[in-house]
């Protein structure tokens, strides 16, 4: 494992400047390089396509298909970067492998991505390496063995394309009638890979929960584990549409979401901060669904109830580049301190096409106090895209998610004398 510990940071763009190349320039690639370029370190954005949100920010960018490993590895050694982070799933793997053989610094490392980023690899990591819970699963190549993988995990479950992000090749199959519409889906839809498929069993989970673990440098150099407090979130079509920040769980199964957390990111290794998906069932067991080694989308809540510069982007950056973590103990846990109870919600396009614009802005940030509003400055709009976010603290969790909703659903997108709100949610809050 290489660990940067920068006692001296140059300026940006000089001979000595540290340089971060991130692959995947999207809304957290943009933070990221913000935070970056707050504490001095040269940025360089990669994205497939021109005037991603990252490279609108970056000191230089690039965009090309991700999966050609030519040209990766070309932009590579013209940038030399001290660090690169993989911030999607569309990357060519075989490449990270490559460059990390050859001395490179590939964040939190080459196989972390690679597990993380298929199905197969990060269950049986679960269950073989880290020996947590999860729920039960299968695996079909074809349309004759999922329909016997979803009678023998049991209906109601979920398929998903085993390589993909964002929900996307994701199917709630409540009976047989719904396999042939699940295995279309999958193979029609995944953004990565649908060579397999998994079927998993549906738990009834009383909160589903990202844990912001960040592993970085102690005062002694040694790696440990510090963990901001749960964050709870819900999905809508298997994409994160609202988060809040403490998620409501109690003290024993708060114990429990780190040391699940810790022993999944002890597998995997590294320096950087990794979101981890859970479930807490209603029989208040722990179970492993996802991870991410990287910030996480429900993590932007961490954008406000964090001090600034210590965001989940924020955090990732510093575990990078080996600078230092402010740390609590709390019952034995290493802790990032938050600052008071907040809740994100994610601003949706109703519409279609490039160059949208954001009406009722000034109604929306000056809505609540302690509030904010994100745009992300997506060139392209589709339905239901993620063009921005609105955060909020307030004194309790319930008023933070309540204010949040508000906020994004009086940001109208469109063009002038043609403004759509984005469409009321299945699961409303408030």
Request: net charge negative.
């Amino acid at each position: 494992m290489v660990v940067l510990k920068r006692e001296v940071l140059a300026t940006p763009l000089s001979s000595k400047a540290c340089k971060i190349l991130l692959l995947g320039a999207g809304e957290i690639g943009k933070e990221i390089i913000i935070e970056a370029q707050r504490l001095g370190i040269e940025t360089v954005a990669v994205d497939r396509y021109e005037n991603a949100p990252g490279q609108q920010v970056a000191h230089r960018s690039y965009t090309v298909n991700m999966k050609d490993g030519g040209a990766l590895k070309s932009i590579i050694a013209r940038e030399k970067p001290d660090a690169i982070i993989p911030e999607i799933e569309a990357i060519n793997l075989d490449v990270l492998f490559e460059l990390e053989k050859e001395g490179l610094n590939v964040i939190p490392n080459a196989r972390a991505t690679h597990i993380a980023m298929h199905r197969e690899r990060t269950r049986e990591m679960f269950v073989k390496e880290a020996g947590v819970k999860t729920s039960k699963y299968a695996y079909a190549a074809n349309l004759d063995e999922l329909k016997d993988a979803c009678e023998k995990i049991g209906y109601p479950c979920w398929t998903k394309a085993i390589q993909s992000s964002s929900g996307q090749g994701s199917f709630f199959v409540e009976g047989p009638q719904d396999v042939e519409k699940a295995f279309r889906v999958a193979v029609e839809n995944a953004r990565g890979s649908a060579d397999q498929i998994i079927v998993e069993e549906h738990i009834d989970f009383d909160i589903e929960i990202t844990e912001l673990a960040v592993r970085h440098l102690d005062e002694n150099g040694s790696v440990k584990t510090s963990f901001p407090k749960p964050v709870g979130h819900y999905q809508i079509d298997g994409d994160y549409h609202s988060s809040w920040q403490m998620a409501e769980v109690s003290e024993s199964v708060e114990r429990e979401i780190y040391q699940v957390t810790k022993k999944i990111t002890d597998c995997l290794g590294g320096v950087g901060l990794f979101g981890c998906e859970l479930f807490v069932g209603k029989d208040g067991e722990v179970y492993a669904n996802e991870i991410s080694p990287r910030p996480h989308d429900t993590g932007m809540v961490t954008m406000m109830t964090h001090a600034a510069g210590y965001s989940e982007m924020g955090l990732h950056v510093r575990a990078v580049t080996g600078l230092s973590i402010p740390t609590v103990e709390e019952n034995g846990v290493s802790q990032v301190p938050m600052l008071k109870p907040g809740a994100s919600h994610a601003i949706l396009s109703p519409v279609s096409g490039w160059d949208v614009n954001f009406n009722n802005v000034h109604s929306a940030m000056n809505a609540f106090p302690e509030s904010n509003v994100r745009f992300f400055g997506k060139p392209e709009a589709h339905v239901n895209r993620r063009m921005g976010v609105a955060i909020v603290l307030a004194d309790t969790v319930e008023e933070a998610k309540r204010r949040a909703e508000k906020i994004a659903h009086t940001v109208e997108i469109g063009w002038a004398g043609n403004w759509t709100k984005q469409q009321e949610t299945k699961k409303h809050l408030l």
